[in-house]
């Protein structure tokens, strides 16, 4: 089993910045992915980022240039740098995790951007 406890969400005005952090605990295992999905109200959950243990990334189109995801590898723990944020990046944002073909979610943190 694998825990995700994400934090660093919050209300920040248009244009600000957010960090989101996840750590993973439990049975890590050390080639994975791990990403980060948002859901707005009465939207479907969507990718927003993701990275690989080797480091390749990849990016929803809405989000390229403004948000970076990184990770340590030693912590297990995922980044979310959020820049320029725009009131469309309402939303709760979910931690996930792949491994061996199994996904695991966080509780999700969620983030209010205000024009």
């Known amino acids: 089993q694998v825990q995700l406890v994400e934090s660093g969400g919050g209300l920040v005005q248009a244009g600000g910045s957010l960090r989101l952090s996840c750590a993973a605990s439990?049975?890590?295992?050390?080639?994975?992915?791990m990403g980060w999905y948002r859901q707005a109200p009465g939207k479907q959950r969507e990718l927003v980022a993701a990275?690989?243990?080797?480091?390749?990334?990849n990016y929803a189109d809405s989000v390229k240039g403004r948000f970076t995801i990184s990770r340590d590898n030693v912590r297990n723990t995922v980044y979310l740098q959020m820049n320029s944020l725009k009131p469309e990046d309402t939303a709760v944002y979910y931690c996930?995790?792949?491994?061996?073909?199994?996904?695991?979610w966080g509780q999700g943190t969620q983030v209010t951007v205000s024009s």
């Open positions: 996930n995790e792949v491994q061996l073909s199994r996904n695991y």
């Open positions: 439990g049975s890590i295992f050390s080639i994975n992915v």
């Open positions: 990275i690989t243990s080797g480091g390749i990334t």
